[in-house]
T-cell receptor, first 114, second 115 residues
Framework: NAGVTQTPKFQVLKTGQSMTLQCAQD?????MSWYRQDPGMGLRLIHY???????DQGEVPNGYNVSRSTTEDFPLRLLSAAPSQTSVYFC?????????????FGSGTQLSVL | KNQVEQSPQSLIILEGKNCTLQ??????????LRWYKQDTGRGPVSLTI?????NTKSNGRYTATLDADTKQSSLHITASQLSDSASYIC??????????????FGRGTSLIVHP
């Protein structure tokens, strides 16, 4: 069982470039989410989805777009990369429901914006 | 101010010793509290979950406590091992209006276990 798969593992962008971070899960989880982790700070929620076709903003959504066309995939798009978006990005999924289900995390994408 | 505060920020202990990590939160309305372990370069992995009515829960050498009145939780690690070296993150989930659940992460406690 692959769990949550994130690609790429590392990425370097120039300011103004756009790109998509991929996230896929094979556990048939309804809930998927994206976080960024910066040194000295807790993980912060960017966007989340409670099911296919449904997305909502988290704590730090500006500069990022998401869509959820299938249960399995939840890509994160950076529209115009900025140095402030240099971070480690984690995708996570859970069975959703009553909010007690644990999050399963991918292994992360380290993004540097020059 | 972060809604989930963890202490200490970092901790160094010798192999075989016990330690306790603290988590104070102001997140409301409270749904549950989880402790996650994050190894360097990996995503966090859940250790325990505490709901409002639970005071203590164990998972092997890890024991979590919750005092919902004072909004405090602790994670006690017994007989530490070198593999316990990691960041331990307290995550408090609240129920958002509309029915979705939003987790709030603490900054983590970095634990180093020396031989």
């Amino acid at each position: 069982n692959a769990g949550v798969t994130q690609t790429p593992k590392f990425q370097v962008l120039k300011t103004g470039q756009s790109m998509t971070l991929q996230c896929a899960q094979d556990m048939n989880h309804e809930y998927m989410s994206w976080y960024r982790q910066d040194p000295g700070m807790g993980l912060r929620l960017i966007h989340y989805s409670v099911g296919a076709g449904i997305t909502d903003q988290g704590e730090v959504p500006n500069g990022y777009n998401v869509s959820r066309s299938t249960t399995e995939d939840f890509p994160l798009r950076l529209l115009s990369a900025a140095p402030s978006q240099t971070s480690v990005y984690f995708c996570a999924s859970s069975a959703g429901g009553e909010g007690h289900e644990k999050l399963f995390f991918g292994s992360g994408t380290q993004l540097s914006v020059l | 101010k972060n809604q989930v505060e963890q202490s200490p920020q970092s901790l160094i202990i010798l192999e075989g010793k016990n330690c306790t990590l603290q988590c104070n939160y102001t997140v409301s309305p409270f749904s549950n509290l989880r402790w996650y372990k994050q190894d360097t370069g990996r995503g966090p992995v859940s250790l325990t979950i505490m709901t409002f009515s639970e005071n203590t829960k164990s998972n092997g050498r890890y024991t979590a406590t919750l005092d919902a009145d004072t909004k405090q939780s602790s994670l006690h690690i017994t007989a530490s091992q070198l593999s316990d070296s990691a960041s331990y993150i307290c995550v408090v989930t609240k129920r958002k209006s509309g029915g979705s659940y939003i987790p709030t992460f603490g900054r983590g406690t970095s634990l180093i276990v020396h031989p």
